[in-house]
């Protein structure tokens, strides 16, 4: 752990309050289900699906339709994509900033809010797409490279954060509402792994990559001393 606080003690420390203070979640959340909902559409193009729509709600939730086969892989991957996306994208983009690469991982973020923006078929999706992409682009041509360092970390670890506290939501919304709706019912019914066991491989995918982005600034280290 750090002595002083570094630029990435400051990114930690600023994505920890985002994710963990409630009235700073209640806005954090609308751009966690952006990135959410990004996964499921990115997967589904790759996959070979047709891409219909995509909806942000004002209460955090999202929905993508995408249509093609009803089963098999392109299909599980679509549905499980999206409580992964947070990690993937925010462990990508830690990979970027550490190599010195920060304008690509502000580059890629800007690449995929434009594509949403041609899905968005509400009018609260078209603003959080919109002043996230304002916000992003701002940074890339504005602000000093110290500044969009510290920015986009903070976004990385917001990212790595929240993604184990959505699975851990989506354990209780399930055993509180009782919802059949959900991705990870979405998957069970696509395979033969019930909800819980689809819920907790979401849980610890994201605790492993917030491990990895611990890893890779040095804060842990898994592996012996000599």
């Known amino acids: 752990m750090p002595t002083s606080l570094s630029p990435t003690a400051a990114a930690v420390a600023a994505a920890l309050a985002l994710v963990a203070l409630p009235p700073l979640w209640s806005a954090t959340r609308h751009v966690v289900t952006l990135v959410h909902e990004a996964g499921h559409a990115v997967v589904a193009l790759a996959t070979g699906r047709r891409l219909n729509a995509i909806t942000l709600h004002s209460d955090t939730s999202g929905l ?73 682009a701002a ?48 998957l069970a019914r696509l395979t033969p792994l019930p909800a819980a066991v689809w819920n907790l491989l979401f849980l610890v995918s994201t605790v492993a990559a917030l491990a990895a982005g611990l890893w890779l600034v040095g804060w842990i280290d898994v592996l012996p001393s000599p």
């Open 139 to 186: 940074l890339t041509y504005r602000a000093p490279a110290s500044v969009q360092d510290l920015a986009a970390q903070t976004f990385a670890w917001v990212l790595l954060i929240a993604a184990p506290r959505t699975a851990l939501d989506l354990w209780g919304h399930r055993r509180r509402v009782r919802s059949r709706t959900t991705d990870a019912d979405v």
């Open 64 to 136: 993508t339709v995408s249509s093609g086969r009803p089963r098999g892989p392109g299909m599980i991957a679509t549905a499980a994509a999206g409580y992964l996306a947070p990690s993937l994208l925010g462990l990508g983009a830690l990979l970027l900033i550490e190599a010195g690469h920060t304008p690509w991982a502000l580059g890629s973020m800007l690449v995929v809010l434009a594509g949403m923006l041609v899905f968005i078929r509400n009018g609260w999706g078209l603003v959080v797409v919109g002043l996230s992409g304002v916000a992003v």
